[in-house]
Each structure stands twice: as C-alpha cells, then as structure tokens.
C-alpha cells in the first residue's frame, strides 16, 4: 500500500472525492442532455407550432371575413352595411398583426421562399377585401358580388393553397424535431445507464479495496483485545499495518505492557494492604468506643446547659415583667407630673383672676361712697326744693286769686321733691346692701386669692416630688432593661451553647456512626482483598 493512502481518513476522501467526481460528470451530462431536449422543444415551439397557429389563424380571420360581405351583398340590406364593416375592419387589423408577428419568426429557406408567395397572395386578398367593402359601403351590390367571386375567390384560394403549402412544411419540421428530440432522449438514457454503470463497477471496487485494507489490521486488534480480556498478558501484538489501525494495534501493545505493569503492581500491593486492614480494623474499635464515651459526656453536659438556659429565659422574663411595670410607673409619673403643671397654671391664673376680682371690689367700694356723696347732695337738693316749694305755697296764698296757678306749680314742684327724697333714700339703701355685698365678695375675694397661692405652692412641692419619683423609676427602668438585655444574652449563649452542644452531639454520634462504618468498611475492605488477590492471581504476567 502506498504511503499516500496508508491511513482510513486519506481513502475515506479519496473514495468520496471519487464518488463527486463520479456525481458530476453525471450531473454534467444529464444537464447537456437536458438542454438539448430543451432547445429542440423551444424550437418545435417557436419555430413550428407558433407559426402554425398564425398561420391557421389568418386563414381563418380571411375566410370568415368574406363571409359578411358576401351574406350582405346577396341580402343587399342597406341598415346591415354599417354594421357588416364594423366587423369586418377588425378582421383586418388583426391579419395585418398576424402578418407582421409570423414574418418576425425564424424559419428556413424554404418558409422564406413560400413566405414571398404568400404575401403576394395576401396583398392581393387585402386589396380586393378592401375593394369590396368600400364598394359595398356604396351600395354596389352586384359590383360587390363580382368582386367576392371573382378576384377576391381567386385571391383566397391561392392563399390558401400557399398557406396549406406551409402548414405541410411546418407539419414536416415539427415531426423531424420530434424525431430528434426522441433520438435526444434515447442517446441521453444510453448514456446516463452508461455512466451509473460505471460508477457503481468504480464504486464497488473501491468498496473492496477499502474493506480489505481495513478488516485484517482489525482482526488483529480484536484478537488481541480477546487476549487482553481473557488474561493472557503475556502474548505480543503481531504489527503488521499502518495508518490509523497500526496505531490502534500500538496503543493496544502499550495497553497490554500498562495492564501487566499496573497487574504486578496491585499483587504488590495487596500483600501490602493485608496488614494496613488488620492495623486500620484494631484503630476503627478502639476510636469507636472512645466516641461512645464522647457521646455520654457531651449528653451530660448539654442537658447542664439546657437546665441553665431556662434558668436565664425565667430570669429575663422576671426582668422584663419588671421593666414593664417601672415604664408604667414612669409613665404614669409623667402623667402627674403633666397634670400638676397643668393645675400649678390654672391656679396661677386664678390668683390672677382674684387679684383683679379684688381690685374691681375695691373700685367698686370706692364708687359706693362716691354714689352716696351724690345721693347726699340730691337729697340737700330736693329738702331745698321741698322748703322753697312751701314758701312758694306759702307766697301763692298771700296772693290770692292771682297767685293760684302759681300755688299749683308750688305744688307739683314740692310733690316731685318728696318723690326725690323718697327715691334717694331708696337709692340709699340699695347702695347699702351692694357696698355690704361688695365688703363681703371682697373679703372672699381676698380669702380664696390667700388660698389658691397656698394650693400653687402645694401643686409646685408636688411637681418636684413628682420629677425626684420619674427620675428614680427611669433609673429603675434602665436598671431593669440592663438586668433583662443582659439575661437574655445569657439566655441566647446558653441556647447557642446548646445548639453547639446538639451539633457537637451530632457529630460525635456522625462520627461514632462513622467509625462503626469504617469497622465495616474494613471488614468489607478484607473481603476485597482477598478478592483481589484471587483476581490478580488469574493474569498470566
């Protein structure tokens, strides 16, 4: 085998370039193929079948053309001739586009030929259609029907003997490509099984050449993997291929020698571990009993802590029930002390309010006196009053008749002196009785002004015992929180020490679990070894 192809991964490329190649060239000759058969379709269609349908079709736009001028030269209706053109003009146009699109087609030599005749036949047919309609439109009839069947019949038989000549040569050109294209197809499929052929006798060889290259080298690893698997350690590898497989039949050599090595090593070993399992089995007992004894103390100990953990949690309570009921104190100390402060002003501003009171009593006595000083001079007045009136009286009698009415205005005025003096001495004693109301109001006035200052002073003694008692029980308090602050954190290390203790206890009854299961495992540790040696002792090394 040559280096080039000596590994898989370079023939498994060379076989599937190979096969591309293979795909290609078959791809490339079914494509030629095809557009061989594509171009003589196209052919057979422009060149053949379309010209045969212009030409089929201006023959049958002339015939039918001929026909509605013929019917009404024959009818020789006059209201029919409009109508008759209107017809008979779009036939024409549309010969004159089929005409033009059927000379822009490629064709032969001999289409060329015939396509001269025709368009002579075709002039000719226009120009006597075109005579004949503007005759008939001139109401010419027989003219017309002369026309029609003389020069225009003749016109339309030599275009249609020309056209049927071409239809028959197109006819003919449209078989022979059918017969090419079939000849296409039949070469294209002898070809393509052709190549297939090829491909698969290239294919199949390249098959058998690439299994044989590949089965030996691995019959020869996979014996050498049975002896492997079957213990036989001292057989060498016979290395005979190259590539990946000799690779593969090295590595499995250098597995073998591995396996031998690691075999002769581990039957070291297990002599080795037969003692450490005997020492590791007297350890594993021992460590046992030991966290027995561990486990019984620390038992011991957290149910110690846990007594004094409840011991603090009673004490913090207390601490705190007490603390709780100092705040209470302390509040309802503040609420005394507010109100006190509260009652000290109300009496400063009734001391206030009776000061005033007693002024205005004061002022009011003093404008008693005044009132009678006033009284006293009215009363003069109307004694005054009273004496001049009499004389008055007395003066009006003297005088007679003509003093009578003197008399009684004498009268009258000592009537309303007496009504004075009897109003004054009314006035009087009223006066009396508010001055001695007003002596009294004063005297009380002064009495309640004497004790609202003693009960402001009492109310202040109050205040100031009542701030010396806030301040002792905010000192309580605090002593209070301190005491409960400090045995809850008693409480919380006694719980934490107890967490500590559990997982402490935990571990150890872990690690007595642990060593029972190291007992075990160095009991199940024995078996293996002996299991062990019985395994190596199968290897032939």
């Known amino acids: 085998m040559t280096p080039l192809l000596s590994t898989i991964k370079v023939r498994l490329w060379a076989l599937l370039v190979l096969l591309n190649v293979l795909l290609a060239l078959l791809g490339a000759w079914s494509l030629y193929n095809l557009e061989r058969a594509n171009v003589s379709l196209e052919d057979l269609y422009a060149a053949k079948l379309l010209n045969i349908e212009s030409l089929g079709r201006m023959l049958e736009i002339n015939s039918s053309a001929r026909v509605p001028v013929l019917l009404g030269a024959i009818e020789r209706d006059e209201a029919k001739i409009r109508q008759i053109v209107e017809r008979v003009m779009p036939l024409r146009a549309e010969v004159v586009d089929l005409w033009e699109r059927y000379r822009s087609m490629p064709k032969s030599a001999q289409e060329q030929a015939l396509m001269g005749e025709l368009e002579n036949t075709n002039r000719v047919f226009i120009e006597q259609m075109d005579k004949a309609v503007a005759v008939f439109q001139a109401n010419d009839f027989d003219r017309a029907l002369a026309i029609l069947s003389g020069p225009l019949d003749s016109a339309f038989l030599a275009q249609r003997a020309v056209f049927r000549r071409l239809l028959q040569l197109q006819s003919a050109g449209a078989q022979a490509a059918y017969h090419a294209s079939l000849e296409s197809k039949r070469t294209a499929i002898d070809a393509t099984l052709l190549t297939v052929l090829a491909s698969m006798l290239i294919c199949l060889g390249a098959g058998v050449w690439l299994l044989r290259s590949l089965t030996g080298p691995l019959a020869a690893a996979g014996q050498l993997a049975e002896d492997i698997s079957a213990g036989h350690l001292d057989q060498q590898p016979a290395v005979g291929a190259t590539g990946e497989l000799g690779v593969l039949l090295k590595a499995l050599g250098k597995m073998q020698d591995t396996l031998r090595s690691a075999i002769r090593r581990i039957s070291q070993a297990s002599t080795q571990l037969d003692g450490a399992v005997t020492t590791l089995g007297g350890l594993s007992e021992h460590g046992a009993r030991q966290l027995d004894a561990q486990s019984v103390e620390l038992q011991q100990a957290a149910t110690a802590v846990n007594q004094m953990s409840t011991s603090a949690e009673q004490i913090a309570r207390h601490a705190q029930d007490?603390?709780?009921?100092?705040?209470?104190?302390?509040?309802?100390?503040?609420?005394?002390?507010?109100?006190?402060?509260?009652?000290?002003?109300?009496?400063?501003?009734?001391?206030?309010?009776?000061?005033?009171?007693?002024?205005?009593?004061?002022?009011?006595?003093?404008?008693?006196?005044?009132?009678?000083?006033?009284?006293?001079?009215?009363?003069?007045?109307?004694?005054?009053?009273?004496?001049?009136?009499?004389?008055?009286?007395?003066?009006?009698?003297?005088?007679?008749d003509s003093g009578r009415g003197f008399a009684v205005v004498a009268d009258e005025v000592r009537a309303l002196a007496l009504?004075?003096?009897?109003?004054?001495?009314?006035?009087?004693?009223?006066?009396d009785g508010v001055s001695s109301e007003a002596r009294r109001a004063l005297l009380s006035a002064r009495t309640a002004n004497a004790q609202a200052k003693e009960s402001r002073h009492t109310c202040e003694s109050a205040q100031l015992a009542l701030e010396v008692i806030g301040d002792?029980?905010?000192?309580?308090?605090?002593?209070?929180?301190?005491?409960?602050?400090?045995?809850?954190?008693?409480?919380?290390?006694?719980r934490e020490i107890d967490r500590n203790l559990a997982s402490i206890r935990g571990l150890a009854n872990d690690s007595a679990s642990t060593a029972g299961n190291i007992v075990q495992a160095n009991q199940r540790l024995a078996h293996l070894q002996g299991d062990l040696r019985e395994l190596v002792s199968q290897f032939r090394t």
Do not use: P
Not at 383 to 388: A, D, I, K, P, Y
Not at 419 to 431: A, G, H
Not at 477 to 486: E, H
């Open 472 to 494: 002792s029980v905010a000192r309580i308090n605090q002593r209070n929180q301190q005491v409960a602050s400090a045995a809850d954190e008693q409480a919380q290390v006694s």
């Open 322 to 400: 007490t603390a709780s009921a100092t705040q209470s104190l302390q509040a309802a100390a503040d609420q005394g002390h507010e109100r006190t402060l509260a009652s000290v002003a109300a009496i400063a501003r009734i001391c206030s309010d009776l000061d005033d009171m007693q002024g205005v009593m004061e002022g009011l006595s003093s404008q008693v006196g005044g009132i009678h000083k006033v009284l006293d001079v009215i009363h003069a007045v109307a004694e005054q009053t009273n004496l001049l009136a009499l004389n008055a009286a007395i003066e009006a009698a003297r005088a007679g």
């Open 419 to 431: 009504r004075t003096q009897s109003s004054t001495v009314e006035i009087e004693r009223m006066i």
